[in-house]
């Protein structure tokens, strides 16, 4: 008698609404698979060929060549070739990392303590908080001409000012000298994105409740002691998430480097070299295995990150 | 004593905050100001007020034509992304099924996807339907970051509204389309402004696909020509126009975003923060 | 208009049963009360019934018609949810007429039933607002009349007064059975954790417990003849008293049960039970007297009137032996007792 109902049966209520989610969901999905996870498939195909930018499908498959290979000449003497013993691609790996580490290090530090003035009340608050949107406004390409006029080596006003101050003694080209392109790099991009991270942080200060800082206060426990023991644990969460997104744009970083500093050894970074090769050299089987391999380091430090990051957070009883 | 030290030194503090924040753009109203031989003197303050730049740049039919470029693909890339994202979002925020939040990482993937992964494959399929050096191209590979960003941020929201209201609706006779298009789209328009909006500004900024993808000075969206525009020699770069051209493109975004300032704030958050 | 009926039905969420196997029949026209403490499953029970959420075994029937699989709309049910859950964005005339508009019912047909909803409950003037613009009791209504524009064969309640303050939660309740005795012939279904609403506006009231069907009847034989400690317990203002250990075995039983207004007082060397009282409560009409006899909690008398009885004064008491309900270990009423 009592018949067994559910997903089999076609006309009940969730059986409408899964059959409409399928739909609603079908047109989203094909058009991630046409513009992202095809794209990708056949660069990391394009990476295993010798495939060229003027006869895109005339690419035969040559294995890991374009990543590794050697070579033994009559002589006995081997000769490695390949992306992994390139001294160019690992500068730029090298830049690419030192950029995100110390570019994410001083933006969360500054964040949290542009969010940690900006929870403070006081007069004009709104104001401040619209100004720093400003710097997060400005196209990326913009910012880098802007910068790029300041720390212009003749006319700029960024060597005027430390002229006049007397940090230095002559004016510095800073985008174009080697020992100074990566500050550059690195502030204009602490600069633009410091915003983007105290916006972040201030929204996770104001989910802690007021009461406990009123508690602090009536124990008559010292301030900077409150942050680190309470604040800093409660918006942790928040924080860890904000360092990813960061860290992933920091990883893939383009625009800037190549307009602020172009073809600068000392800057340039995976995606700038990848793309010098893919379209530049006309190297684009070599260009696309440069890709993949950020592509790979990329997905290797996500998988890493939510991994620890859940071990971390089971240990958080309130989680 | 102690105290008003104390307050002194906070006030430093959020002057610098604001100074540092604005002096860029600031210093780039000043330059756009300036010509001819002006423009190599340092000046911290405004000293002339010449519109020449202006003029110039409002008279660079190329740069007219980025303008409208950018508008246009910038646009339709929104447009085109919300369309997709608001049902898709329904779905993943509303409806219980299977594999719903790998689905979800999987699209929050997507959206840190580095651009140049996709590149050379994207470069094939532009190549493949001949839509290279035309707008089409960047509407198409746009959506690789529009789209999953709409889709999460959205989902955030969505999630957000009453379950009653929509068993109400249920009870109605309303069916998932009904619902979105007649109980949710009007009760989320703020989200769809807010969400619409920053989307526009990451589509707007976009530069990789823009530079490869165009050939010709014509198809150039305005990240482009500003990049591109320069002199033969550093002597020659037109950092007067540049500047003009900076101010024109960026104006219009800061007031954008201080409008939707709170709004943005809470864009911003639901994608970030809920991850 | 509906005859409503259970056969085991079962819902799980899960590995995680909630309702337990249920049989019911509601008849056509019947108030229907669900009642029972927060996690019993009532809630659960009324969706199913309303098809928002879906049974995993056992038949639902409306008027003999299996209607598991049917999509709420089709029911012919209409519900009032606990937050009003009106549209924000539409006015009360477009929130009472939403339903007909989705069917595509002609302007005239809906201007003249929502009209006539209206004025059935006195909100004609407010057809123009936005729900915002009302206060919870406006909204309260509108959230009905939606229902009653619905024109449907069942009525679904899911705890509609919760959100009330005291005062207008009384005069809701009233408004509620007048509209169960305007619309006679339509089922009703209410879920509540209010034994007090159960008992003043149910017909019949159903009492759930971890997702079983305790007892099924109509109030006065659920307070008069409990057929379980739970129901005896949960049914009735003040608690039942319930003595266990040696009070229940001179009745041959492991609890027994006795109401504060079956209690009669007498000089202490009568009483069958006695003790000081600890407190009282003056209600007005009567007072309650809270007896120290030597259970872990005070025996509750009921005294009518005004008859003036001093803290710390020992009493005899005297239970009327016809009232007095037996359970087993059990916790089932003893038969024939």
Same mark, same amino acid.
């Given at each position: 008698m009592a018949r067994k109902s559910g997903a089999a049966s076609?006309?009940s209520l969730s059986a409408?609404r899964k059959?409409?989610?399928?739909?609603?969901?079908?047109?989203?999905?094909?058009?991630?698979?046409?513009?992202?996870?095809?794209?990708?498939?056949?660069?990391?195909?394009?990476?295993?060929?010798?495939?060229?930018?003027?006869?895109?499908?005339?690419?035969?498959?040559?294995?890991?060549?374009?990543?590794?290979?050697?070579?033994?000449?009559?002589?006995?003497?081997?000769?490695?070739?390949?992306?992994?013993?390139?001294?160019?691609?690992?500068?730029?790996?090298?830049?690419?990392?030192?950029?995100?580490?110390?570019?994410?290090?001083?933006?969360?530090?500054?964040?949290?303590?542009?969010?940690?003035?900006?929870?403070?009340?006081?007069?004009?608050?709104?104001?401040?908080?619209?100004?720093?949107?400003?710097?997060?406004?400005?196209?990326?390409?913009?910012?880098?001409?802007?910068?790029?006029?300041?720390?212009?080596?003749?006319?700029?006003?960024?060597?005027?000012?430390?002229?006049?101050?007397?940090?230095?003694?002559?004016?510095?080209?800073?985008?174009?000298?080697?020992?100074?392109?990566?500050?550059?790099?690195?502030?204009?991009?602490?600069?633009?994105?410091?915003?983007?991270?105290?916006?972040?942080?201030?929204?996770?200060?104001?989910?802690?409740?007021?009461?406990?800082?009123?508690?602090?206060?009536?124990?008559?426990?010292?301030?900077?002691?409150?942050?680190?023991?309470?604040?800093?644990?409660?918006?942790?969460?928040?924080?860890?998430?904000?360092?990813?997104?960061?860290?992933?744009?920091?990883?893939?970083?383009?625009?800037?480097?190549?307009?602020?500093?172009?073809?600068?050894?000392?800057?340039?970074?995976?995606?700038?070299?990848?793309?010098?090769?893919?379209?530049?050299?006309?190297?684009?089987?070599?260009?696309?295995?440069?890709?993949?391999?950020?592509?790979?380091?990329?997905?290797?430090?996500?998988?890493?990150?939510?991994?620890?990051?859940?071990?971390?957070?089971?240990?958080?009883?309130?989680? | 004593?102690?105290?008003?030290?104390?307050?002194?030194?906070?006030?430093?503090?959020?002057?610098?905050?604001?100074?540092?924040?604005?002096?860029?753009?600031?210093?780039?109203?000043?330059?756009?100001?300036?010509?001819?031989?002006?423009?190599?003197?340092?000046?911290?303050?405004?000293?002339?007020?010449?519109?020449?730049?202006?003029?110039?740049?409002?008279?660079?039919?190329?740069?007219?034509?980025?303008?409208?470029?950018?508008?246009?693909?910038?646009?339709?890339?929104?447009?085109?992304?919300?369309?997709?994202?608001?049902?898709?979002?329904?779905?993943?925020?509303r409806v219980h099924f299977r594999?719903r939040?790998?689905?979800?990482?999987?699209?929050?993937?997507?959206?840190?996807?580095?651009?140049?992964?996709?590149?050379?494959?994207?470069?094939?399929?532009?190549?493949?339907?001949?839509?290279?050096?035309?707008?089409?191209?960047?509407?198409?590979?746009?959506?690789?970051?529009?789209?999953?960003?709409?889709?999460?941020?959205?989902?955030?929201?969505?999630?957000?509204?009453p379950i009653e209201?929509e068993e109400?609706?249920i009870i109605?006779?309303?069916?998932?389309?009904?619902?979105?298009?007649?109980?949710?789209?009007?009760?989320?328009?703020?989200?769809?402004?807010?969400?619409?909006?920053?989307?526009?500004?990451?589509?707007?900024?976009?530069?990789?696909?823009?530079?490869?993808?165009?050939?010709?000075?014509?198809?150039?969206?305005?990240?482009? %020509?500003?990049?591109?525009?320069?002199?033969?020699?550093?002597?020659?770069?037109?950092?007067?126009?540049?500047?003009?051209?900076?101010?024109?493109?960026?104006?219009?975004?800061?007031?954008?975003?201080?409008?939707?300032?709170?709004?943005?704030?809470?864009?911003?958050?639901?994608?970030?923060?809920?991850? | 208009?509906?005859?409503i009926k259970l056969t085991d039905v079962r819902k799980s969420f899960g590995a995680v049963e909630v309702i337990k196997g249920v049989d019911l029949d509601i008849?056509?026209?019947?108030?229907m009360v669900f009642v029972g403490p927060s996690g019993c499953g009532k809630s659960t029970l009324l969706r199913l019934i309303s098809g928002l959420e879906e049974i995993t075994s056992g038949d639902l029937e409306f008027?003999?018609?299996r209607v598991n699989d049917l999509i709420p709309?089709?029911r012919?049910i209409?519900m009032v949810f606990q937050s009003?859950a009106?549209?924000?964005?539409?006015?009360?005339?477009?929130?009472?007429?939403?339903?007909?508009?989705?069917?595509?019912?002609?302007?005239?047909?809906?201007?003249?039933?929502?009209?006539?909803?209206?004025?059935?409950?006195?909100?004609?003037?407010?057809?123009?607002?936005?729900?915002?613009?009302?206060?919870?009791?406006?909204?309260?209504?509108?959230?009905?009349?939606?229902?009653?524009?619905?024109?449907?064969?069942v009525?679904l309640f899911d705890e509609p007064?919760s959100?009330?303050?005291?005062?207008?939660?009384?005069?809701?309740?009233?408004?509620?059975?007048?509209?169960?005795?305007?619309?006679?012939?339509?089922?009703?279904v209410y879920v509540t954790h209010d034994q007090?609403e159960a008992?003043?506006?149910?017909?019949r009231i159903c009492v759930l417990r971890d997702g079983v069907v305790e007892q099924v009847?109509?109030?006065?034989?659920?307070?008069?003849?409990?057929?379980s400690?739970f129901v %005896?317990g949960f049914?009735?203002?003040?608690?039942?008293?319930?003595?266990?250990?040696?009070?229940?075995?001179?009745?041959?039983?492991?609890?027994?049960?006795?109401?504060?207004?079956?209690?009669?007082?007498?000089?202490?060397?009568?009483?069958?039970?006695?003790?000081?009282?600890?407190?009282?409560?003056?209600?007005?009409?009567?007072?309650?007297?809270?007896?120290?006899?030597?259970?872990?909690?005070?025996?509750?008398?009921?005294?009518?009137?005004?008859?003036?009885?001093?803290?710390?004064?020992?009493?005899?008491?005297?239970?009327?032996?016809?009232?007095?309900?037996?359970?087993?270990?059990?916790g089932?009423?003893?038969?024939?007792?």
């Amino acid at each position: 008698m009592a018949r067994k109902s559910g997903a089999a049966s076609g006309n009940s209520l969730s059986a409408q609404r899964k059959r409409a989610a399928f739909w609603f969901l079908v047109p989203m999905l094909s058009a991630l698979i046409f513009v992202a996870a095809w794209p990708l498939l056949r660069t990391i195909y394009f990476s295993f060929t010798d495939t060229s930018l003027t006869s895109l499908y005339d690419g035969r498959w040559i294995g890991f060549d374009n990543y590794l290979s050697y070579r033994e000449l009559s002589s006995g003497r081997v000769i490695w070739k390949g992306t992994l013993v390139d001294p160019a691609w690992w500068n730029a790996v090298w830049n690419t990392v030192r950029f995100t580490f110390i570019s994410v290090a001083f933006e969360t530090v500054l964040g949290l303590m542009v969010a940690l003035v900006l929870h403070q009340n006081f007069k004009g608050r709104g104001w401040v908080r619209a100004a720093i949107l400003i710097p997060w406004a400005i196209p990326t390409i913009v910012s880098a001409r802007m910068w790029g006029w300041m720390l212009n080596d003749q006319f700029g006003i960024i060597n005027d000012m430390l002229l006049s101050v007397g940090l230095i003694d002559r004016k510095i080209a800073w985008t174009a000298t080697a020992d100074t392109a990566m500050y550059a790099v690195l502030a204009v991009d602490i600069w633009k994105t410091t915003p983007f991270m105290a916006l972040l942080c201030l929204a996770g200060l104001q989910m802690i409740p007021r009461d406990i800082y009123e508690a602090a206060k009536v124990d008559g426990v010292h301030p900077i002691k409150v942050f680190w023991k309470v604040t800093l644990p409660l918006i942790r969460p928040a924080l860890m998430v904000a360092i990813i997104f960061r860290s992933l744009d920091a990883l893939r970083i383009f625009d800037l480097v190549y307009v602020l500093t172009p073809n600068s050894q000392a800057t340039k970074t995976m995606s700038v070299i990848a793309r010098e090769n893919l379209f530049d050299f006309d190297k684009f089987a070599y260009g696309s295995a440069q890709s993949t391999l950020l592509f790979a380091l990329i997905a290797i430090f996500v998988s890493a990150y939510i991994w620890l990051g859940k071990v971390d957070l089971g240990g958080n009883a309130d989680r | 004593m102690k105290k008003h030290l104390q307050n002194v030194g906070f006030w430093c503090v959020v002057a610098l905050i604001v100074i540092v924040s604005v002096f860029p753009f600031y210093y780039a109203v000043i330059t756009s100001f300036k010509t001819g031989t002006s423009l190599f003197e340092v000046d911290y303050f405004i000293t002339s007020f010449d519109l020449a730049n202006y003029a110039q740049v409002m008279e660079n039919k190329k740069f007219l034509r980025s303008i409208f470029n950018s508008v246009l693909i910038a646009g339709a890339t929104v447009g085109f992304a919300m369309f997709l994202a608001v049902t898709a979002s329904y779905a993943l925020a509303r409806v219980h099924f299977r594999g719903r939040s790998l689905l979800l990482m999987s699209i929050l993937a997507v959206s840190m996807f580095p651009q140049i992964a996709v590149l050379a494959g994207l470069f094939e399929l532009i190549r493949f339907l001949g839509i290279y050096n035309t707008p089409w191209a960047m509407i198409l590979s746009y959506t690789i970051f529009t789209l999953p960003f709409t889709v999460w941020v959205l989902t955030t929201f969505m999630r957000d509204l009453p379950i009653e209201i929509e068993e109400a609706a249920i009870i109605d006779g309303a069916t998932p389309w009904n619902i979105i298009t007649q109980v949710f789209l009007p009760l989320m328009w703020p989200a769809l402004v807010t969400t619409g909006l920053l989307a526009f500004i990451g589509a707007w900024n976009e530069f990789l696909f823009a530079l490869t993808f165009t050939a010709s000075e014509e198809q150039r969206t305005v990240p482009v %020509a500003i990049a591109l525009l320069s002199g033969s020699t550093e002597f020659e770069t037109p950092w007067g126009a540049l500047m003009a051209a900076s101010v024109i493109v960026t104006v219009p975004l800061i007031i954008l975003v201080l409008i939707f300032q709170q709004k943005i704030v809470s864009g911003l958050t639901a994608g970030g923060v809920k991850g | 208009m509906a005859q409503i009926k259970l056969t085991d039905v079962r819902k799980s969420f899960g590995a995680v049963e909630v309702i337990k196997g249920v049989d019911l029949d509601i008849r056509i026209g019947e108030f229907m009360v669900f009642v029972g403490p927060s996690g019993c499953g009532k809630s659960t029970l009324l969706r199913l019934i309303s098809g928002l959420e879906e049974i995993t075994s056992g038949d639902l029937e409306f008027d003999g018609e299996r209607v598991n699989d049917l999509i709420p709309s089709k029911r012919g049910i209409a519900m009032v949810f606990q937050s009003y859950a009106l549209y924000p964005h539409m006015s009360v005339f477009e929130n009472m007429a939403f339903g007909m508009k989705l069917a595509k019912s002609s302007q005239d047909e809906m201007k003249d039933r929502v009209t006539a909803a209206a004025e059935m409950l006195q909100i004609d003037h407010l057809l123009d607002r936005k729900p915002k613009q009302l206060s919870g009791g406006q909204r309260q209504r509108v959230a009905i009349g939606r229902a009653i524009v619905r024109d449907p064969r069942v009525f679904l309640f899911d705890e509609p007064l919760s959100n009330l303050d005291a005062a207008l939660r009384v005069a809701t309740r009233l408004e509620i059975a007048k509209l169960h005795h305007d619309m006679n012939d339509v089922t009703m279904v209410y879920v509540t954790h209010d034994q007090v609403e159960a008992m003043t506006l149910a017909d019949r009231i159903c009492v759930l417990r971890d997702g079983v069907v305790e007892q099924v009847g109509t109030p006065e034989e659920l307070y008069d003849s409990p057929n379980s400690v739970f129901v %005896a317990g949960f049914i009735g203002s003040p608690k039942m008293n319930l003595l266990t250990g040696s009070f229940a075995e001179g009745e041959g039983c492991e609890t027994l049960g006795i109401r504060a207004e079956h209690i009669d007082i007498c000089p202490p060397e009568d009483g069958r039970w006695t003790g000081p009282v600890m407190h009282t409560e003056n209600l007005g009409s009567d007072h309650f007297l809270f007896v120290d006899i030597g259970t872990d909690e005070p025996l509750i008398v009921r005294q009518p009137g005004k008859q003036k009885i001093a803290m710390g004064e020992t009493l005899g008491l005297l239970p009327q032996a016809s009232m007095l309900h037996r359970f087993d270990g059990g916790g089932r009423a003893i038969s024939g007792a």
